[in-house]
């Protein structure tokens, strides 16, 4: 590495250090922004000889991220930004803290896709899917979706392993010349009813679909789930044993089966590595408080919070929705989710914004209860499971309650 990128490299460590040391985090943001300041190539200098895969996506970026990252730890010593710092500044964190590793898998917020691939020149880009998120700053996703285009049409050696059951990442990928597709479901179609090739309507009959008006339609995928396992592109099923709960992360684990096999990873070698993963950052965390085992499930947009109803048992549920600046300041989005899941179950609220929530869940007809704290919540349902949905700062709220579970 040239002098610069070294001296910014331990700056950068150093910095992330004594971030770390006076509890403000795990000082990956203010590490790589120190790094970055003193050399702007940076990143590009710590990617240089790395084998790098990048995970994008509205969601699901993070658990997908982590095991791909444990299923690539069968070659070898993998770097990642494991807290979900997901920007260039965090991926630069990421990489000076690791070391020289042969490996790298980074999580990439989806606006940021096109410089990180500038940067880092990967060998493989997972797209996972896309769908709206945070109304007051996030791209329409027709945008994110032709943004990604653009990004692949310049880099045609990158190997590309895509979601072959969402339409907008279809056409976002479709000019790549080489590309695995995986099959993980499509929740939610709200985002998707258009083609973005021709403006037809799509189609959808069991899990395929077509556009109406032009040759798009779902690719024939490579990897898939089927019951509680993946099928491989050789049709060999494997069964998928996770500690992470619900169908779709079976489906992320095909996913990171997909990235790994792109290294060379052949399934059978990765699948222990995957039952290892228990949680990430307090995502799926089970605590036991009082009697209670608490669940937290993070939510952070529509389709997410569809996911996590199909993730959550029939137990009495804990909502919590805030509107700080990570989570956006637009709350609207709880018209475009269905509560209808909920029905069944014991349901309280809580949350800098639960008055927003219990509004939707009026109109919805859900009834609820509002609770002041999250002790109060605990004190308010019988012993058991319970529980706990909520968006990216009423989260990390829970969880610092529960000190900062993992
Ligand atoms: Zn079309």
Not at 193 to 214: K, L, N
Request: one cysteine or more.
């Amino acid at each position: 590495m040239p002098l610069r990128a070294k001296v910014a490299t331990s700056v950068s460590k150093t910095a992330a250090a004594l971030s770390r040391a006076a509890g403000r985090g795990d000082g990956s943001v203010i590490g790589g922004w120190i790094g970055l300041k003193i050399d702007p190539d940076l990143l590009g200098h710590l990617a240089a000889g790395r084998a790098i895969a990048l995970v994008s996506g509205t969601n699901g970026k993070t658990t997908t991220t982590r095991l791909a990252a444990a299923a690539l730890g069968v070659l070898g010593p993998v770097a990642t930004n494991s807290f979900g710092a997901n920007m260039p500044t965090g991926h630069t964190s990421a990489l000076a803290k690791a070391g020289a590793t042969p490996f790298a898998v980074l999580e990439v917020d989806e606006h940021y896709l096109a410089r990180v691939i500038d940067e880092t020149n990967p060998r493989v880009v997972a797209l996972l899917n896309l769908s709206r998120d945070q109304l007051d700053r996030a791209k329409e996703v027709a945008m994110m979706a032709q943004m990604w285009r653009s990004a692949l049409a310049g880099h045609p050696d990158v190997s590309v392993v895509a979601n072959a059951d969402d339409p907008m990442v279809v056409w976002a990928a479709r000019g790549s010349s080489h590309i695995t597709w995986f099959s993980a479901g499509q929740r939610w179609h709200d985002d998707s009813f258009v083609c973005p090739e021709s403006g037809h309507p799509i189609e959808r009959a069991g899990g395929d679909w077509w556009c109406t008006g032009c040759p798009l339609r779902r690719p024939q995928p490579q990897w898939r789930v089927e019951d509680e396992g993946v099928v491989d592109p050789r049709g060999d099923w494997h069964l998928v044993k996770l500690q992470l709960p619900g169908s779709v992360n079976i489906g992320n684990a095909a996913t990171a089966l997909a990235v790994a096999a792109e290294f060379g990873v052949r399934a059978i070698e990765a699948l222990p590595r995957l039952s290892t993963v228990a949680s990430i950052a307090g995502r799926y965390a089970q605590v036991d408080r009082d009697g209670r085992n608490i669940r937290l499930l993070l939510a952070k947009n529509p389709a997410s919070w569809l996911e996590a109803f199909d993730m959550a048992e029939q137990a009495p549920t804990l909502l919590s929705i805030n509107a700080r600046d990570p989570d956006g300041f637009d709350t609207s989005w709880l018209y475009d989710v269905d509560f209808s899941p909920l029905h069944d179950r014991p349901v309280l609220i809580t949350g800098d914004r639960a008055f927003d929530l219990a509004v939707r869940l009026e109109v919805n007809g859900i009834a609820f209860r509002h609770v002041l704290s999250f002790e109060e919540a605990i004190r308010s349902v019988p012993p058991g499971r319970l529980e706990v949905i909520a968006n990216y700062t009423a989260f990390q709220d829970i969880r610092a309650e529960l000190d900062r579970v993992n």
